[in-house]
């Protein structure tokens, strides 16, 4: 009987430990706050509220948008922050996405959840990215004044002749290429920490008309004619 009734306590007072625990847990959803155990990108936000939760993502957001660009164009280097590039965040509802995990379904399963968080822990990561659209048209923006156009061979007349001026290269940046170069190394590469320092991919335009060009039009001979003029009653000109 003894047994029997030290048994009898035994399973009452773990079903009121059950009762009580799934009570606290109740009431702890009820408080509209985080559960133990969750992290954003390393940040502990157990029993944050929605706000607070915000704010830790607002001051990571802010930090990663205020990083420093260096993009190296021909011999001259542009410098911007990667929000000026348009970079922003993508999951917009991640703050919300926190604050639900661990609160559906029944007591139970909300219970076993919550223990289970408080032993393995949940990361979240903060997905941020551009749109290569508006990148591309912010890369053109800030470089073009640093491309270097093709220039044709020329000729400069002289007390003796002519003199060639001699042709120039050009050096343009390749938008396409860079965008996919700039992107890739920011969502892929990046430790995102560090300032970033890249050079533009570039393409070499050849000038329309060489030195060659020039060369042909100053060895042929210059055209030349002559006007004749005739006294008498007509003085209309023959050439």
């Known amino acids: ?3 029997i009734r030290k048994v009898g306590i035994l399973v009452t007072t773990l079903t009121l430990l059950l009762v ?7 009431s702890a959803d009820k408080k509209n706050v985080v559960k133990e155990g969750i992290r ?8 944050m509220t929605l706000k607070e939760v915000e ?12 990083i420093a660009v260096s993009l190296k164009v021909n011999k001259d280097t542009v410098t911007t922050t990667l929000k000026e590039l348009g970079y922003k965040l993508e999951n917009k509802k991640i703050a919300k996405e926190v604050l639900e995990v661990g609160k559906e379904g029944n007591v139970i399963k909300r219970y076993k959840d919550s223990v289970d968080l408080k032993k393995n822990g949940k990361k979240y990561e903060i997905e941020m990215s551009f749109d290569k659209k508006d990148l591309k048209d912010k890369l ?15 000729l400069k007349a002289t007390g003796h002749g002519f003199k060639i001026i001699k042709e120039k290269e050009g050096v343009t940046v390749d938008y396409d290429k860079t965008v996919e170069q700039l992107y890739t190394y920011v969502t ?11 050079t533009a991919t570039t393409t070499v335009s050849k000038p329309k008309y060489t030195t060659e ?8 001979p210059m055209g030349s004619w002559t006007t004749y003029f005739t006294t008498g009653a007509s003085y209309d000109n023959r050439n």
Do not use: F, H, P
């Open 140 to 154: 053109k923006e800030l470089c073009d004044q640093y491309n270097i156009n093709a220039k044709n061979a020329s």
């Open 55 to 66: 704010g830790v993502i607002d001051d990571i957001v802010s930090a990663r948008e205020n």
């Open 213 to 220: 060009d020039c060369e042909k039009v100053s060895n042929e």
């Open 1 to 3: 009987m003894k047994g």
């Open 40 to 47: 954003v990108e390393g940040v502990d936000v157990s029993n």
């Open 20 to 26: 009580a625990t799934q009570m606290i847990t109740v």
């Open 188 to 198: 892929e590469k990046w430790n995102k920490k560090a300032n970033i320092k890249l």
